[in-house]
């Protein structure tokens, strides 16, 4: 028998809205600017982000889904989920993989997909629903850097955090976050990232800058979201797309740089910006990892690497922790 998927709610729309406030602000009047990664996802955003990981230059996604098809069977024997909980689930796309092997492996009984977007969890909860009628779903609608506390208990779970997303956060948020969820899992609970690994620097690059200029008008989109959501008026044919490897911090910066001077005003802060010709603002780094430094960060946090899995290249990995 099916049962209709749940939905807790814990991020409503006028505090998204806040949020939005709160980072352009801070972000728009530091020296030097930046705007957070998770700003360019709008109904825009997340459809030229589906472009981008169809792209020939964008790997990651591709190589993630075949190391899931791959190895999810191996996944689901080491860590034997009852529970499955996905932070940003967004499509739930690549984790039917999981969930086919967990409900194969006869120990999961709950899904559990993590999102900000209520529209996009429930529409991906349904779906799931039915594919996997003997699955209870149920969605949580939240800041996942914020309300790891809501997550479920009620068996062994597992939490998913995959795409790479973790090299979105500089060390110390990675820090705090991989901490916080060693507090919300008991003893013996594992957690499953996908993370990207240093590589030639050829080949990531391309990544982030195609050819057809597809990740161009998504790292443009978020302008796009602050003149929609804070009455703004930046002007996206004065800025260009940046993408750069930086070494020493080992992860791809995306940049915006202004091609003329201008200034910017942001009515619904009351801000007038100010940029130079030739000015760049950060909207996102991603941050490569090794599998020795990945196992490290864990180790702090309070887990221990039971395994790894790398694609053949050696761009990409998934690493099954458990928590001390």
Request: proline share 6%; charged share 25%; net charge negative.
């Amino acid at each position: 028998m099916t049962t209709a998927p749940t939905l807790e709610v814990y991020l409503e729309p006028d505090q998204l809205k806040d949020a939005l406030r709160k980072d352009a602000t801070v972000g728009l009047t530091s020296n030097p600017k930046w705007l957070p990664p998770k700003w360019f996802y709008d109904a825009r955003g997340s459809e030229l982000f589906e472009q981008i990981t169809a792209l020939p230059e964008y790997f990651p996604t591709r190589t993630e889904r075949e190391l899931l098809r791959q190895r999810s069977g191996e996944i689901a024997e080491v860590a034997a989920p009852e529970i499955l909980v996905e932070l940003g689930s967004g499509s739930s796309e690549k984790t039917r993989l999981l969930l086919e092997a967990g409900t194969r492996h006869g120990t999961l009984h709950t899904y559990v997909p993590q999102d900000v977007s209520v529209s996009a969890l429930q529409g991906a909860a349904e779906q799931i629903g039915a594919e996997f009628p003997r699955l209870t779903v149920h969605g949580v609608v939240s800041d996942f850097t914020e309300s790891l506390h809501h997550l479920p208990r009620g068996g062994r779970r597992m939490i998913a955090f995959l795409g790479g997303t973790l090299g979105n956060m500089v060390p110390g948020e990675r820090a705090e976050f991989l901490a916080g969820i060693a507090d919300v899992l008991e003893p013996g609970e594992h957690l499953l990232l996908g993370v990207g690994l240093v590589t030639d620097p050829a080949v990531l690059v391309p990544a982030y800058d195609d050819a057809a200029g597809v990740t161009a008008q998504f790292n443009l989109n978020v302008l796009r979201v602050l003149n929609g959501q804070l009455d703004a008026d930046f002007p996206l044919d004065a800025f260009r797309h940046i993408a750069l490897w930086d070494a020493d911090n080992e992860w791809i910066e995306m940049r915006l740089e202004a091609q003329r001077t201008l200034s910017v005003r942001v009515a619904a802060l009351d801000l007038d910006v100010e940029f130079a010709r030739g000015e760049q603002m950060r909207t996102e780094i991603s941050a490569k990892f090794t599998l020795p430094g990945i196992a490290g960060e864990l180790a702090a946090a309070g887990f221990e690497v039971e395994r790894t899995w790398s694609d053949p290249d050696d761009r990409f990995a998934l690493v099954c922790a458990t928590r001390s």
